[in-house]
């Protein structure tokens, strides 16, 4: 459990009207949440501000380089802040480019659900972060505290807060003054002035208070007067907890005795009046410790099982030590390949391979989570993912056509960049086929998560006859989206073992449905989040004369994905 209780979001939105949208999502979130809002960088600054915010969400206008301003700021003060930029449609692309630069998320203007999705995002990352420091602070404050303990030489050790009041405490039986002023009489609990001579006890209350506020070991040598006879005192006060210091007192005879008795600690210990509470509490650390790094290895590992399998999969396995095959009636498969990639690849080492396809995959596994997409695996150069599983099924076409979009563009992108080095790059190929299919996961001692069915085997063949620079989709993809995208017929073609298909060409989204000056026709606009935003809330949708209805009616039971429990294993 981390010990940091909020989470600063500073937005730095300059019209009004764009910071009431964002600010009526936040109601979703938890109340840890604080949000802050200036019209720009340079009116934050005005305020003089303490501390700095987790999260930063900005206008971005690309054309007066709106938001790089900040970005530049944060990046230089503190670079675990998440810096996300706000925009609309007409920029989504200068916005995704940014994101090599050291932006962390973009959000788009009237899209909540990406709104939430980055957030929340933000917001996981975050807490990871802190529960990770969280660990790393306990683990070191347990090591003070025991060092404190193993290399103290123990006349007499005391464990004793700000306000001087003792919290425990350790005897030598060799130290003569000690024993004497102490006699058999526990002194847990009472004030230092209740056991050392007045000026002694507002000594050492002094070096506590210094202790704690600068943080630092410290060293005092002083006489101390008991029975009439000033005895040579050194002490040592070394910081353990907030509030908590531990002081180390020796008595030396003469200054020669001062080295020998400092390096005989660890040997005397053996030799403490409560040596039994000594090892219970040395213990007791080492246990507190290994919890922690327990906990911590146990936030790696589920972690790492988020990155392998879908979430109710999780869940199942960690419950029942199993996950039982599904069965879903609609979702939609796509793979990915690149084109000349064996041409290219050629002429590339095996550690520049590795980099390169690195580059793609990762931001095509980024594009699959924003889409609610699975990434089921890779094979080679190809990327295979369906999109239904986890996510709503009645928009999984259309969200695993977004994401092809983007993973296009992104590789447009990336080989423009190439080539103004001089260098050559692989284009790509996505081929898309929607239908039943089962998921599960296969071996013990090494799961993988994998999807069989017809459906693949359909979607794997188109992708094979598939041209790059396309989206290559079946009938069944066609008629599950042509109410918001265009597509050109290709044909009917053979595929491999699966007979004869009918196959289209995405050309784009539905007139009215793209951003305004978009050539492309592949980048959506209000119009288009508004009708996903209606199927995603169960909402009927039909096209009329070039018009579009929305129905308040739920249409779930037309396409309810059914999922089914196979009793027998694959």
Known sequence: MNTFNTIHLLFLIQEEDKYEELESALKDFDSKLVATRYKNLTSWLDTNPTKMPEIVISDYLPETEMGLDALEYFRNKNKDTIFILYTNMDFLQSAIDETKKGVSDYIIQNIPSRFAVVVNNSIEKIITRWDLLDNKNVIKRIEKKNTA???????????????????????????????????????????????????????????????LTNNKLVNKSFYMNYASVNHNIEARFVKIDTDEVMIILREFSSDNQKEEDYYRAISRISRYRHKETLVKELLNHMVDSDKNLLAEEKKKADLLLSNILPGYMIEDLKRYGKVQPVQYDQVAVMFTDFVGFSKISRYMSP????????????????????????????????FLCVAGLSGNHRTAGIDILLAGIEMMRFTDSRREELKLQGEDAWGIRLAIHSGPLI??????QKIAFDIWGHTVNIAARIEGVGKGGEIT??????????????FDYIGERELKGVGMHDLYKLSGLKTGLYAKNDKTKFIP????????????????????DGKYIISKQSHDRELEAKKEILSNSL
């Open 351 to 382: 550690t520049q391979l590795l980099k390169e396809l690195t580059i793609y995959f990762d931001e095509f596994e980024r594009i699959c989570e924003i889409y609610s997409i699975e990434k089921v695996k890779t094979i080679g150069d190809s």
């Open 149 to 211: 303990l193993l290399n103290a030489q123990p006349d007499y050790l005391i464990q004793a807060n700000s306000k001087g009041i003792i919290l425990d405490y350790k005897i030598s039986t060799d130290s003569e003054i000690i024993n004497l002023m102490l006699g058999k009489e526990s002194i847990q609990g009472k004030i230092l002035s209740e056991i050392f001579p007045q000026d002694t006890a507002c000594l050492i209350q002094e070096e506590i208070k210094n202790v």
């Open 525 to 544: 606009n209000v119009n288009f989040y508004k009708l996903f935003e209606a199927l995603r809330d169960g909402k009927h949708i039909m096209r009329r």
């Open 439 to 444: 998921a599960g996961i296969v071996g013990h």
């Open 473 to 486: 989709v079946s009938r069944n993809m066609f008629d599950f989206t042509r109410d918001l995208f265009d």
